[in-house]
């Protein structure tokens, strides 16, 4: 049923990976949203729902067939609750000054205090929430504050709600000072943080795209840091003005989703060839063409590989968690930077729009990242001169005097810049970019194994997949399984040790949101293996119950 819309939240008293497969208690404000997520319902779940809106017209918007929604949905065996959410919320804040739309606004509110008498959870962090976000608006904060306990104290005096769930309080937590974050804002964050060490102002030029516009706002929003932001008026605007921005000092980024990539492929070949810093966020959706925009994919690994006419490498990196995303657009960052080449960052709209606590770090935790750039005075500039290590470009800015040069779209010469038609040195510097990227293996960590470094079966995984495969696999491991977990990150190049790891298990199995391009990819690199693949193109994450199917199917086999 379409036009529905939901937030799924798990929490526990040890670290939470995924917001959970099948839900204890549902919270349908409306038929519609009662018959979509109906499935979704362990048995003996409970719900809760606005007996306000199961009206003639309510019920037939949402196509029921009857006026009983809980025989025709079948929903006997669970812990059906109706309460009048909208009459009470209306009850609860009548003498106040808010309007009747902010009134019926509340609700949520309502029903969120019942959540938390089921949950038994205090008020007081809720509470002190409404405080911080609303601290210029009072009026907004007490009826918050009212409508939330109205509704604690109704699930406490009606007894057809229990009091039921206990969650002990978390043990295991590494102490320190966390906050609610998604990953759009982390990636934000983490892109700022990156600059800030790069000592070189941070600039956004980009295009409102679902799901990447947040990266933009919260980039837009950080003026007094020095980050400089350009909403243009497309995709090819956005990466074009990053370029620019890049080849006179700033650290550039743009931020897209999907088409926009596709958009931007030209532009990117551009950045390839100049040889310039620049980070593209993508924030993979469903597709083709513009596809599913609020849903979730990983099918953009091929083209951020390979999608630019001629041989155009890029590092390509994929972070795994809303809150990691700060920790991957800083790597990215730090690889393009010192390493003159753009970098594409993968996340999903799954990870970008999820939340979770994140421990704000300690920015001396961090290195320092240090782009190539000419000192002023140099003298003997020449533009295509490298790094014997890592083979980058030394940066020199525009402006800077005695280091005039010249860079663009056309093959230049390997040292000077000038523009060659020269087959050879064509030849000579494919090589040599590829080279760099390639190198790039030299700077980053060996793979991690999550279980034992060998055994029966390797789960291999990508991108925001982890906190469920991860979840799957330690679920198996503690049966007794022998199952371990490879989780890839750095995507191209890949790590090391990546073959070395393949070689020591009986089965390799694939998991990823796609038709499989990450099991392709490593085909290409690694033939000598065969790879098992699972994979699910639906606009949905994976769930832990599926993935352990599978993974005892492979196991069994």
């Given at each position: 049923i379409g036009g529905v819309s939901g937030f799924q939240l798990q929490i526990g008293s040890k670290k939470v990976y995924t917001p959970g497969d099948y839900c204890d208690v549902l919270v349908a404000m409306n038929p519609a949203a009662l018959k979509a997520n109906a499935k979704w319902l362990k048995t003996g779940a409970t719900i809760i729902a606005d007996s306000d809106t199961f009206n003639e017209k309510g019920l037939q918007r949402a196509n029921y067939k009857t006026d009983d929604p809980v025989t025709e949905l079948k929903l006997e065996d669970y812990n059906v609750i109706f309460a009048p959410i909208t009459t009470l919320t209306k009850e609860s804040l009548k003498e106040t000054e808010l309007d009747n739309k902010s009134i019926i606004r509340s609700k949520n509110m309502f029903a969120l205090g019942m959540a938390y008498y089921m949950f038994n959870r205090?008020?007081?962090?809720?509470?002190?929430?409404?405080?911080?976000?609303?601290?210029n608006r009072p009026r907004i904060v007490e009826a918050n504050k009212k409508v939330l306990k109205d509704g604690y104290n109704y699930a406490a005096n009606i007894q057809a709600i229990?009091?039921?769930?206990?969650?002990?309080?978390?043990?295991?937590?590494?102490?320190?000072?966390?906050?609610?974050?998604n990953g759009n804002t982390a990636t934000a964050w983490g892109l700022i943080a990156a600059a800030e060490k790069a000592k070189l102002p941070l600039f956004c030029g980009s295009y409102p795209i679902t799901p990447a516009t947040e990266i933009l706002i919260e980039l837009a929003k950080r003026k007094e840091l020095g980050v400089k932001t350009l909403q243009v008026e497309d995709e090819i605007a956005g990466i074009c003005t990053a370029i620019g921005a890049s080849y006179a000092g700033n650290f550039a980024v743009t931020t897209t989703s999907g088409p926009g990539?596709?958009?931007?492929?030209?532009?990117?070949?551009?950045?390839?060839?100049t040889e310039l810093p620049l980070v593209i966020v993508n924030v993979q959706r469903g597709g083709p063409s513009t596809g599913l925009p609020t849903k979730t994919e990983q099918s953009d690994l091929m083209q951020a590989l390979y999608g630019r006419n001629g041989e155009c490498p890029v590092i390509v990196v994929a972070?795994?968690?809303?809150?990691?995303?700060?920790?991957w657009a800083f790597?990215?960052?730090?690889?393009?930077?010192?390493h003159m080449t753009p970098v594409i960052l993968l996340t999903d709209g799954y990870i970008a729009n999820g939340t979770e606590p994140w421990?704000?770090?300690?920015?001396?935790?961090?290195?320092?990242?240090?782009?190539?750039?000419?000192?002023?005075?140099?003298?003997?500039?020449?533009?295509?001169?490298?790094?014997?290590?890592?083979?980058?470009?030394?940066?020199?800015?525009?402006?800077?005097?005695?280091?005039?040069?010249?860079?663009?779209?056309?093959?230049?010469?390997?040292?000077?810049?000038?523009?060659s038609h020269d087959p050879n040195n064509h030849q000579r510097m494919v090589n040599i970019r590829a080279e760099k990227v390639a190198r790039v293996q030299d700077f980053i960590p060996e793979q991690e194994v999550f279980g034992d470094e060998k055994g029966d079966l390797l789960v291999i995984s990508w991108?925001?997949?982890?906190?469920?495969?991860?979840?799957?696999?330690?679920?198996?491991?503690?049966?007794?399984?022998?199952?371990?977990?490879?989780?890839?990150?750095?995507?191209?190049?890949?790590?090391?040790?990546i073959k070395q790891i393949f070689g020591q298990f009986k089965k390799l199995l694939v998991c990823e949101l796609n038709m499989g391009q990450m099991?392709?990819?490593?085909?290409?690199?690694?033939?000598?293996?065969?790879?098992?693949?699972?994979?699910?193109?639906?606009?949905?994450?994976?769930?832990?119950?599926?993935?352990?199917?599978?993974?005892n199917q492979i196991l069994e086999g």
């Open positions: 205090p008020l007081n962090f809720t509470e002190h929430f409404f405080e911080v976000k609303f601290k229990p009091n039921t769930y206990k969650i002990p309080s978390a043990t295991s937590i590494q102490k320190g000072l966390y906050r609610n974050i990539l596709s958009l931007k492929s030209e532009a990117i070949g551009l950045a390839v060839m972070a795994s968690s809303p809150s990691n995303c700060f920790d790597n990215a960052s730090k690889l393009s930077l010192e421990k704000i770090p300690s920015m001396s935790e961090y290195p320092e990242i240090t782009p190539p750039l000419v000192p002023d005075g140099t003298e003997n500039y020449e533009p295509y001169e490298r790094d014997p290590e890592r083979l980058a470009r030394r940066w020199a800015i525009p402006g800077q005097k005695g280091l005039e040069h010249r860079i663009g779209g056309l093959e230049k010469d390997f040292i000077k810049g000038s523009v991108g925001g997949t982890f906190g469920h495969t991860y979840t799957a696999v330690q679920e198996l491991q503690a049966e007794g399984k022998s199952i371990s977990l490879c989780h890839i990150h750095y995507i191209n190049p890949l790590p090391k040790n099991a392709n990819y490593l085909r290409m690199n690694f033939q000598e293996f065969q790879y098992n693949q699972y994979n699910k193109v639906q606009g949905l994450p994976f769930t832990i119950s599926e993935l352990k199917d599978k993974f």
